[in-house]
């Protein structure tokens, strides 16, 4: 702001004009989900019904019949197992049990990383050491050996357990994420004036902190999930699933096992492996929209774009 | 009403030094200052000068290392319930409205928080009465349409104006306002800060207007104190820092609002020297020389912030 001699003196005051400024735009452009949005909902919603209805599609997918190892026909849509198990029914029992695990182990993942790194941020001092030193130590232990090591190690391989052990594994990622945008949410003008407001210091971290964590809270369960699904998969593809395996990755061990590749049925492998790329797809494209949304570097793109588009018209 | 007295504040950061060990830093040294009910008190200084350390210190959103606040002379405990106590009488305006409202809760929850945690509605039906006279002393019209709002949906300077308004809920006799207009746009500028002016008259706020801005400071307020790194290097009454500046900074300052038809204002380190009345604690004029142990201060008789802090300074020397 700049003045004149003159008003230095005598600021004028008649001067101030009416405020005009309501028409910025920018940020309501913002609040629209994109395509990879709404194309990744979508998907992500088509495969949590079949996982939904799974028991009522597929009763018993590990039934056998005498015509083994069948190219896909109409009587076994996407053929047959090397024992004759039709593939569509397992394939849709497979999604049932990866959805399960890629949802509890999310939800896990964002409840752990939310007690050490949201909690350790918002406290500060001692417990930000410790939950900061323990998310470390996680973060640095190699992923995939204890994996195994802790499925070897435990007794009941059910798939909720296995579920627990993925996500005990690989919490630490997202709490470090959300350590770091808890400290910088905590440092926004809006925090300090709720405490000159003497708001209580819960009602600060519940109302006014936690909900603008919201949307890197929900891209930590998105990916927490499809981390979860993958790490499923491997596990279950080296033989250390929930026996009687429920899911895309045992499909693909049995189908390794009967050396499916080297007999040509391709029937019994491709779908399972589809699904998992499909899903772990639209997973990440949900991510995406949503980092775009959060990371304004990301965003400017998106925002012109639309702009772009409204000149246009 | 309410007389702020804040005297001998010092807030020492600790920073990360060179090698392992953590260094000090000295935000702000030594400032006393004194805001009457009805009075402005403008505070102005540079960039990193220390002022928003002052402003949070005022509001303890920081611990000051030393320094005494008092209200009235009356000093207030350190306790949760003696803070609420306090801050129900000293509130602060922040910068920028647009990080100081937060952007996932409506402007009827933001106002409404600080009139239930102070106790000054005891129904739905006063509430929303308060809400109301609220919003109208800030001048924002519609009222119920605006209070439904979020933030990110209202301009600039309507934001500024829930600020003020949320400042202006639990009913202080202080107001610290913390460049609450540097944010906005040049042509609501001077709506906002009459609006400070109308409501500190309407009230008999204390106001304290921190500011980079001489000008506004001259005409809103009666009396400025000149700060640069964490100290006060001059301050008295406004016409007379602004026409007749002793201290090299801040005839440099008056000279930085520029006016380019004028003749160049020239900056006299000895000035000072004409004026029996200043107190001048070093021999180095060096403008351009960071030495951060550079104090002057311009002492005026009616000033009481000055005359307390040389009287205890007179103290500590003969005792
Ligand atoms: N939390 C902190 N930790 C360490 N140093 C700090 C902290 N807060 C402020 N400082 C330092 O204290 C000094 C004064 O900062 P302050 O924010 O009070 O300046 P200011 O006068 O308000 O500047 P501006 O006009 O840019 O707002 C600066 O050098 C700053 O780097
Ligand atoms: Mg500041």
Request: charged fraction near 20%.
């Amino acid at each position: 702001m700049t003045f004149s001699q003159q008003e230095l003196a005598e600021p004028d005051l008649s001067k101030s004009e009416p405020d005009l400024s309501d028409e910025t735009g920018g940020r309501r452009i913002v609040r629209r989900g994109s395509w990879k949005f709404w194309v990744g909902i979508a998907i992500c919603a088509l495969f949590a019904i079949i996982a939904a209805l799974g028991p009522l599609l597929a009763p018993n997918p590990n039934q056998t019949n005498s015509d083994g190892l069948q190219a896909p026909s109409l009587q076994h849509l996407l053929g047959t197992t090397n024992i004759g198990q039709d593939v569509l029914t397992q394939v849709i029992a497979g999604t049932t049990g990866s959805v399960i695990i890629g949802v509890v182990a999310g939800a896990l993942t964002v409840v752990l990383s939310m007690i050490f790194g949201v909690g350790g941020a918002f406290l500060g001092g001692k417990w930000d050491e410790a939950s900061s030193l323990l998310s470390n130590v996680f973060l640095v232990i190699p992923g995939l050996p204890l994996l195994i090591i802790v499925t070897d190690y435990v007794q009941s391989r059910d798939i909720l357990v296995i579920a627990v052990v993925i996500s005990l594994v690989s919490w630490a990622g997202a709490a470090r994420v959300l350590r770091a945008q808890t400290l910088s949410v905590r440092s926004r003008d809006y925090v300090d004036a709720a405490r000159v407001a003497s708001e209580s210091t819960w009602r600060i971290m519940l109302r006014e902190i936690l909900p603008n964590l919201m949307p890197i809270i929900a891209s930590q369960f998105v990916f927490g999930a499809l981390g979860a699904i993958l790490a499923e998969a491997g596990l279950s593809f080296l033989g250390l699933g929930a026996p009687g395996g429920r899911s895309w990755g045992s499909i693909l061990f049995f189908a390794q096992n009967a050396q499916a590749i080297s007999l040509g049925a391709w029937w019994w492998f491709v779908p399972p492996g589809l699904c998992i790329a499909v899903l772990g797809a639209a997973l990440g494209l949900i991510n995406f929209s949503i980092d775009e949304q959060i990371n304004p570097r990301l965003r400017t793109l998106a925002v012109l774009r639309p702009k772009a588009k409204r000149g246009g018209k | 009403m309410t007389t702020l007295e804040a005297l001998h504040l010092r807030k020492d950061y600790r920073v990360r030094g060179s090698g392992w060990r953590a260094a000090r830093l000295q935000a702000v040294d030594d400032v006393s200052i004194i805001v009457r009910p009805g009075e402005t008190v403008a505070l102005v200084g540079e960039s990193g000068s220390g002022k928003s350390t002052i402003a949070k210190m005022l509001v303890r959103l920081v611990d000051a290392t030393s320094g005494t606040v008092t209200l009235d002379g009356e000093t207030i405990g350190q306790g949760r319930r003696a803070t609420k106590r306090y801050r129900s009488r000293v509130q602060m305006v922040f910068q920028d409205p647009f990080s100081s409202l937060n952007p996932a809760l409506t402007i009827r929850h933001q106002l409404t928080r600080p009139l239930r945690i102070h106790g000054i509605v005891h129904s739905a039906a006063e509430e929303e009465r308060e809400l109301l006279r609220l919003m109208e002393s800030v001048n924002l019209s519609p009222a119920k349409t605006i209070l439904a709002k979020y933030p990110h949906e209202l301009s600039g300077g309507q934001r500024q104006r829930v600020a003020i308004a949320r400042a202006l809920a639990p009913r202080p006799e202080v107001l610290i306002a913390d460049e609450p207009v540097s944010m906005l746009d040049v042509s609501i500028r001077l709506e906002i800060l009459q609006l400070l002016n109308d409501l500190k008259l309407e009230r008999n706020l204390a106001v304290l207007y921190i500011t980079h801005d001489l000008a506004t400071a001259r005409h809103f307020s009666s009396q400025i104190v000149v700060m640069r790194s964490g100290r006060v290097v001059e301050r008295g009454p406004s016409d007379a820092v602004i026409l007749n500046p002793v201290h090299p900074y801040t005839q440099f300052l008056v000279r930085a609002a520029p006016d380019p038809k004028s003749a160049p204002w020239i900056v006299d380190p000895n000035r000072h020297l004409g004026h029996p009345e200043v107190v001048v604690s070093t021999e180095n004029l060096e403008l351009t020389e960071e030495n951060t142990s550079v104090h002057w201060v311009r002492s005026w008789d009616d000033d009481a912030a000055v005359n307390t802090m040389l009287a205890s300074l007179a103290s500590a020397q003969t005792s």
